[in-house]
């Protein structure tokens, strides 16, 4: 409320863009840094210790591709994610920025450090000719994969924190906002899936690389089917500690969180087929152990869209779980603080929002002051008549044909939470409900969208 409201209509108030560049960095950074540069430094260790120039090849034409993504996609979409939400949800960016300062700022220091060792390691990499020169070259790859670990360690602690803060609540320390109880199954769920991920990367890129070098080609699925299978199972055992730790409310938005809820009726096969993805896994990386000259160049694509698909929808059901909170327990997805839903519910927002054209819902205004009040109850979520529109959920409800009941609505506004646990609740008083209502009829009639930007 204290923030001027930045709202892009149709794609529900800008969530998809945050989510997009979102995922698209996580799918980056994951694979290709966390993943991808301990395997490229054991393999160019490998080739040096094992005098096999064909694999320290191999090795620096994958590390050109990750240098190239890394350098340009991944860094743009890093800071593609502090634009975007400081633009649409600057409230909780903001409360993030104050409670982990000193993280970010470490953060920040391991990524310039990492950006400078990447740019080093692969600039100098035909340099490196001599036996020293190599072991030098070396150890600035195994620098570099330390740092890329630890800045996705320290951007784990914020993540674990926004769904389960634990000792923070009470003492309000960074030390405690650093180890939430989500924080170490997390680290090492993302670790280990990460490494998995990375060695599918390196067989994608294998496809490519060795058209001519059958015998490469072998030797390179038959090591990472060991990187796979052992990112896989410590993947599976870190993941069921980390839900052992995620709260039951969360839990129990976890079949909305999978499929949205007009699928929520397909969970049953939704299983199934995530069953069968890690089936495939644990078969390609078998068979890369048992007979990796017999598995075809094309079955090294296959985990590697499974792995994109994964992980992306791992990062949409976890924010999805979190709501109604963008921070657990302390603030919730449009803004409003935990403690002050009460005085707000009491008072009315209306009256304490910095940005709004009117300060109390009256007869007279009631449609323009219903308006501020979606702009701040509603607007983080939903748009008007687009993605996730408002009309599409109250034409569900009560029907797209016949008359709203102005009662009935202003009575789901009141418990909207108790129906829809993932809904934060409404933190106006009730002639707020009733002006929100006004302008949703309004809205019904008009389909004029908001031009919240």
Not at 306 to 315: A, D, T
Not at 355 to 378: K, L, S, W
Not at 398 to 427: E, V
Request: hydrophobic content about 50%.
């Amino acid at each position: 409320m204290d923030f001027p409201p930045y709202f892009i209509d149709h794609i529900a108030g800008g969530r998809l863009i945050i989510g997009v560049i979102a995922c698209i960095h996580v799918l980056i950074n994951h694979p290709l840094a966390v993943g991808a540069y301990p395997i490229l430094t054991w393999m160019e260790w490998w080739a040096h210790k094992n005098n096999r120039p064909d694999i320290d090849q191999l090795a620096y034409k994958v590390t050109f591709v990750v240098f190239i993504v890394t350098t340009t996609v991944g860094a743009l979409t890093g800071v593609g994610i502090w634009v975007s939400t400081s633009v649409f949800a600057p409230f909780a960016i903001g409360s993030l920025l104050r409670v982990f300062f000193w993280g970010w700022f470490a953060e920040w220091l391991v990524f310039i450090t990492e950006v400078s060792l990447i740019m080093w390691w692969f600039l100098s990499w035909k340099s490196a000719k001599t036996d020293a020169q190599k072991k030098k070259h070396i150890k600035i790859g195994l620098a570099l994969s330390i740092m890329s670990w630890f800045t996705m360690a320290l951007i784990v602690a914020v993540l674990g924190f926004m769904m389960k803060p634990g000792e923070w609540s009470q003492t309000r320390a960074f030390i405690d906002a650093m180890v939430n109880p989500l924080y170490l199954p997390q680290l090492g769920f993302r670790t280990f899936f990460a490494l998995m991920t990375g060695a599918v990367f390196v067989w994608f890129c294998s496809f490519y690389f060795t058209k001519k070098q059958p015998a490469v080609r072998s030797w390179l699925v038959y090591r990472l089917s060991h990187f796979t299978l052992i990112g896989m199972l410590l993947t599976l055992l870190f993941g069921l500690w980390y839900w052992q730790n995620v709260p039951d409310v969360m839990k129990a938005n976890s079949s909305v969180a999978l499929l949205s809820q007009e699928f929520m009726g397909w969970y049953d096969k939704f299983s199934v087929l995530l069953g069968w993805t890690l089936v495939s896994f644990l078969l390609i990386a078998v068979g890369g152990l048992s007979f990796a000259n017999l598995i075809p160049r094309w079955a090294l694509l296959i985990p590697s869209f499974m792995g994109i698909w994964l992980l992306g929808h791992f990062e949409r059901a976890r924010e999805f779980m979190r709501k109604p909170w963008v921070i657990g327990e302390y603030m919730y997805s449009n803004g409003v603080l935990k403690d002050e839903l009460a005085f707000l519910q009491s008072e009315g927002i209306l009256k304490h929002a910095t940005y709004v054209a009117h300060r109390e819902a009256t007869p007279e205004n009631q449609i323009q002051a219903g308006q501020d009040v979606f702009m701040i109850a509603c607007s983080r979520c939903h748009s008007t008549t687009g993605m996730n529109g408002v009309l599409e959920k109250f034409a569900t409800m009560y029907g797209h044909d016949k008359p709203w009941d102005d009662g009935a609505m202003t009575a789901f506004m009141a418990n909207m939470h108790q129906t829809r646990t993932f809904m934060p609740p409404f933190p106006g008083n009730r002639s707020e409900a009733e002006a929100l209502v006004a302008y949703l009829q309004d809205l019904r009639q008009t389909r004029q969208p908001l031009q919240g930007a």
